[in-house]
């Protein structure tokens, strides 16, 4: 993809005089190359690594790095820029491919599946703590529920988590499972 000399050396001039404070300056640098970055990037993805994401995540995240480093980097060659940030946007996919590769597939829990024997929980409860413990666990909502099971005992990461529960992110669902489970042991506390 080759920049005009023209958009390049305004580019340049673009990146000083936001290093020099003029905000609007780098409005005007990431939005005409992110709009280069996302039509260069789409359909780049594969599948595999689109659990995480849309393509325009992997830019924006690629930009958001560029941009923090934005006052240690030099780009004086036209075309430098965008380089840098594709080359970003590569390296997250990969990133993203090999976590996708070393983490198995969710699948849905099949309902009609019960165990019947007694829990590690009910074995360790007694009976007045057991049934203090079912009624809370009980009153949490179905999203809660499914996060603690899903932590607890099916040792989700917190990523897999907000995926299953639809929470906007790793933090939110971690945020969702250590409340639950803190309302769920002061319960059994009595």
Do not use: C
Not at 9 to 15: P, Y
Not at 75 to 94: C, H, M, T, W
Not at 97 to 120: E, K, T, V, W, Y
Request: charged letters at 30%; glycine letters at 8%.
């Amino acid at each position: 993809m080759s920049v005009p000399e023209d958009a390049q050396s305004s580019t340049h001039a673009l990146i000083q005089r936001g290093r020099a404070g003029d905000s609007s300056a780098w409005d005007r640098v990431f939005g005409r190359m992110l709009k280069r970055i996302r039509r260069w990037a789409h359909g780049r993805v594969p599948q595999s690594a689109l659990g995480a994401g849309e393509t325009q995540d992997f830019v924006q995240d690629a930009a958001l790095g560029v941009w923090t480093r934005m006052d240690q980097l030099d780009f004086r060659k036209p075309g430098e820029l965008d380089a840098y940030v594709r080359q970003a946007v590569i390296n997250r996919i990969r990133d993203q491919a090999r976590r996708g590769l070393a983490r198995p597939a969710l699948l849905p829990l099949d309902p009609g599946i019960i165990d019947q024997s007694p829990s590690a929980l009910e074995r360790a409860l007694d009976g007045e703590a057991l049934v203090r413990y079912q009624h809370a666990f009980a009153a949490l909502d179905v999203r809660d529920r499914e996060a603690v099971i899903a932590r607890a005992t099916m040792g989700y990461t917190f990523d897999q988590i907000a995926e299953l529960t639809g929470r906007p992110s790793a933090a939110a669902a971690r945020m969702s499972v250590n409340r639950s489970i803190e309302r769920l042991r002061r319960a059994v506390d009595g």
